[in-house]
């Protein structure tokens, strides 16, 4: 997925209005590898009266998220230009997976302040942050009435199980004491790519 405008900032705007090739790059949203595995299983066990309201009927349902980062941009907040820059790219830029942390998770010394009123020479969207990792589960029981077509659900479910750290992407900023680091993680408020969450509820059918 390609732009020359950031897709998620409703603020955005081009390095310079009157070339937006300057901007032409993997879009915010880009997301090079997705894999969403999902499977559902509904116990085969049978009971005889009581036994089978309490433990027949159970099924159980995951979901397993497995994706690479967004992309995120650079930028130089104290350059001498007039509009603000991206900084000079030196070096690639880009760690090793074994080299990430979330204090260092790209090589900072491979970016630099640009010089007296010029624009860096760094791209948008050059490097991409952490990815998600994530398995969903659920259980869910079926209480059957004796009127037919009337059921009672009850469903458990576990949004991260493992609760495997959601990192977001690091500061971008040149000259920043967090340049290079993540410093926080998850997104509570859309409840997405949060830390372990459970919820139990109730569902009728009729």
Known sequence: MIDDIGATDANASPLMVYNSRLDRANSDLNVPH????SWLYQLPIK??????TMFGGWQINGILTLSDGLPFDLSSP???NCCGSRPDRIGNGSLPDD???IDR???TTAF???GFLQFGNAGRNILQGPGTKQLDFSTFKKFRFASEGRWLEFRAELFNLLNTPQFNNPNGSVGSPAFGRITSAGSP?????????V???LKLYF
């Open 34 to 37: 997705r894999v969403i595995v």
């Open 47 to 52: 009971f005889d009266g009581w036994k089978e």
């Open 78 to 80: 104290n350059t001498t």
């Open 99 to 101: 080299q990430r942390t």
């Open 105 to 107: 998770w790209f090589d």
């Open 112 to 114: 630099r302040e640009p």
């Open 189 to 197: 408020i859309s409840f997405q790519r949060t830390s372990r969450q």
């Open 199 to 201: 919820q139990f509820g």
